[in-house]
């Protein structure tokens, strides 16, 4: 059967657009964003939609012991599969598109393949990953890092969220303890569409991103403990101010990447107080830094000069000052081969198409550790993301669904 570009086989766009609004649903925010943070209800719930969904399209579903869930498409051959994927969980301030872009577009292959009666040689896999945004539980890419043997299983079922909940006891509460084996699985290749969560797409004008390469990404906790005493009594000279020092690394942060240059990032996303009272200076300070660099020598330095900087501040403000790692993962190349038939895919269906890099972790940098992988964006419209404002023209949204469409079908060849 012809199934290349020029056959015209191409994925419905309303049936595309409307799984999107029906899984926005679950989790739905009155600004219209999602919050569906893992392992919530409302993750389960958009969880249970997708599964749903892939029993629909007659897949078969497996979910593993880390609650990752696949869905295959059997191919003439038995072997390893073409999987494509992304996640289903959403930062608690998320759009409707990150991560849930992929998982559907990928369901949309799948449904325009069986209503073309297409067969393919090798095996098709959709799936969702657990944890990708590690907004409750870190590290990011949580549940495609223990699928390829990345982090313990054990060591993750253990993780817990602010709050002390525990990842394994929320994992078995939302039914997605798995009894699939996770570690060292055989994928052919690994596809994942996602919207670009930037701005450059849109300022160029171009309508499809063939990812080649990811930043490198790094995480950690910084505890600082001072002196809770009388905002009004205490000499500044006599003062242990822990809130006073986690605005300190957060202007540090700011000016280190100006220092640094090239495409250094620092985010000072988290800063609780401890009383949080207006007449208390602070006791203690819990704060995290993300600290991204394309180039991994830059980003070690990045790190070297924050620990140097802690250390200092510890000594002038006389406060402790401890950190954790929370997530650390080296910058990625992906897959020429792959990102060419991805540029060249979006070439024949008509589209504009740029290299790109990723700011974003994603779980497609877990997945090129066992296989050939690479990533197709489309444009965020302003470059928002992780924003309920998130938002993707339709016509990109199918766009990118196509190009997922016809990338997989080559590599199922
Ligand atoms: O943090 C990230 O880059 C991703 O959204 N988890
Ligand atoms: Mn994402
Ligand atoms: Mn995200």
Request: aromatic share 4%; net charge negative; proline share 4%.
């Amino acid at each position: 059967m012809d199934t290349s570009v020029a056959s015209g086989l191409r994925v419905d766009r309303a049936r595309l657009l409307d799984r999107l609004e029906r899984l926005a649903q679950h989790g739905a925010r009155a600004d219209g964003g999602v919050c569906r943070l893992a392992l919530t209800d409302a993750d389960r719930a958009g969880r249970d939609q997708v599964v749903a969904w892939m029993r629909e399209l007659g897949l078969d579903v497996v979910v593993d012991a880390i609650g990752n869930v696949r869905g295959t498409r059997a191919g003439r051959e038995a072997g390893p599969p073409v999987m494509t994927g992304s996640h289903v969980d959403t930062v608690a301030t998320g759009g409707r598109y990150d991560g849930s872009y992929g998982v559907v577009a990928g369901l949309e292959v799948v449904a325009a393949l069986n209503d073309a009666g297409v067969e393919t040689r090798r095996p098709l896999c959709v799936a969702f990953f657990t944890g990708e945004e590690g907004a409750r539980f870190a590290p990011d890419m949580l549940g495609s890092l223990v699928y390829v043997g990345g982090l313990p299983l054990e060591e993750a079922l253990a993780v817990r969220d602010a709050g002390g909940a525990v990842l394994g006891d929320e994992l078995r509460r939302c039914g997605y303890a798995g009894d699939a084996p996770v570690g060292a699985p055989e994928v052919h290749a690994f596809v994942e569409l996602h919207v670009e969560q930037g701005p450059v797409l849109e300022a160029e004008g171009v309508t499809i991103g063939a990812v080649r390469n990811l930043q490198g990404i790094s995480w950690q906790e910084i505890a600082i403990e001072g002196q809770a005493n009388h905002a009004g009594t205490t000499p500044m000279r006599l003062r242990h101010d822990a809130g006073y020092a986690a605005a300190a690394v957060a202007h540090f942060l700011r000016g280190l990447t100006r220092r640094l240059g090239g495409d250094q990032l620092a985010t000072c996303g988290v800063i609780d107080l401890e009383p949080n009272l207006i007449n208390v200076i602070a006791q203690r300070a819990r704060l995290t830094a993300d600290l991204r660099n394309t180039d991994e020598d830059a980003l070690r330095r990045a790190e070297a000069e924050l620990a140097a900087f802690l250390e200092q501040l510890a000594r002038d403000e006389g406060v402790t000052v401890s950190t954790r790692r929370l997530a650390r993962f080296e910058p990625v190349v992906f897959d020429a081969g792959v990102a060419d038939t991805i540029a060249r895919v979006a070439g024949e269906l008509g589209h504009s198409v740029r290299d790109a890099t990723s700011g974003a972790g994603h779980d497609a940098q877990m997945l090129a550790r066992v296989c050939p992988a690479a990533m197709i964006f489309v444009p965020s419209i302003g470059g928002i993301s992780h924003n309920p404002r998130e938002d993707t023209a339709p016509e990109h949204l199918a766009a990118g669904a196509d190009v997922l469409l016809h990338t997989l079908l080559e590599l199922a060849r």
